[in-house]
């Protein structure tokens, strides 16, 4: 028997995370990377001392209940953890743990490589060029919308809507507003050249792109609703980097289809993998498989907050990212 505690991890991680990983616990690796059933999930809950899920496994409240739990932890690998039902979590007495700071820039990128995308129609663009279907250089091809010097709306004033107004303010030249839900102190928002609007209406009526950084669930559910999309500026964009249900897809498509907006720009989805076939048919969307901490330094920096957090717990000490 082992004297280290046994940790289960639910998908694939950066190679070299994975080695310390072994190293220091009793590891069990997803070797085939398949998503893990509900059942397998329960089992894990109850056969090892840490669970290390990430936003491709759903931890809703029946998981924790019934008894027979083992896990004392949940590393989860993202800064996002609306995947866990944190509250039962909590009352299971599990304490649960994520990795803010170190994807920071890359998904506001993510966010910057969308509004670009979308604005510049390159997804469009790339699709005529690979479908052979280019005829060259005109006046009038493939008109897109100019961005520097317009205005930037961020939902939700936190890390990443910060690291993505400093992009378009000192970037882009841009306007920048935001709605934050608590209040931000002036001289801290003006470093990122922005300034705090009242209500999410207020800067959805001002901005030409709208950018989500606020966290999924709760509240936020269905935050950007058909009401509220008609209150954006026909010829403005919306980036979704946060949480698929942040948006009402349905609506959405709607929006799309009916010039109630001009485009979007979407990295989340409601039901992940699954993106309906309404929103792949459109040509005013660009599309992007939920990559914005896909990078190499940000993909090993959060495999290792996480064993910060499962090595401090495991030595008695509070885990630095603790959220329940
Ligand atoms: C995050 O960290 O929240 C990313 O979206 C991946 O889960």
Not at 27 to 42: I, V, W
Not at 63 to 88: E, M, P, Q, R
Not at 182 to 192: F, G, H, K, N
Request: glycine share 10%; with cysteine; hydrophobic share 45%.
């Amino acid at each position: 028997m082992s004297s280290k505690p046994s940790i289960l991890v639910t998908r694939r991680w950066p190679q070299a995370v994975e080695q310390v990983l072994s190293e220091r616990f009793e590891t069990t690796l997803n070797e085939a990377d398949l998503p893990m059933s509900p059942a397998g999930l329960a089992a894990a809950l109850r056969s090892h001392d840490a669970v290390l899920p990430t936003v491709s496994d759903r931890l809703p409240a029946d998981l924790f209940s019934g008894g027979g739990l083992k896990a004392k932890i949940l590393g989860n690998y993202g800064v996002g953890y609306n995947h866990i039902d944190v509250a039962a979590a909590k009352a299971a007495g599990i304490v649960v743990t994520n990795t803010p700071g170190v994807l920071t820039d890359c998904t506001a990128d993510i966010a910057m490589t969308l509004l670009l995308s979308v604005a510049r129609r390159a997804g469009e663009g790339e699709r005529e060029v690979r479908a052979g279907q280019w005829s060259g250089w005109r006046p009038t091809h493939m008109i897109g919308a100019k961005v520097t010097g317009k205005t930037l709306g961020i939902v939700g004033f936190g890390r990443i809507g910060k690291a993505m107004a400093k992009r378009c303010h000192f970037g882009f030249d841009m306007d920048v507003v935001f709605y934050n839900r608590s209040r931000i102190d002036p001289a801290e928002a003006s470093r990122y050249g922005a300034r705090q609007l009242e209500t999410v209406e207020d800067v959805l009526k001002a901005a030409d792109f709208v950018s989500l950084h606020c966290p999924g669930g709760g509240e936020n559910r269905h935050l950007i609703n058909a009401e509220r999309l008609a209150m954006m500026k026909r010829h403005a964009y919306l980036v979704n980097t946060a949480r698929g249900d942040v948006v009402d897809e349905t609506a959405l498509v709607d929006a799309l289809r009916n010039g109630v907006i001009r485009g979007a720009g979407l990295d989340v989805f409601e039901a992940e993998p699954n993106v309906p076939e309404a929103l792949r048919e459109l040509e005013n969307v660009v599309l992007l498989p939920h990559l914005g901490s896909a990078t190499e330094e940000t993909r090993v920096a959060m495999g290792m907050k996480v064993v910060d957090n499962i090595t401090a717990f495991f030595a008695g000490r509070e885990p630095p990212d603790r959220v329940a």
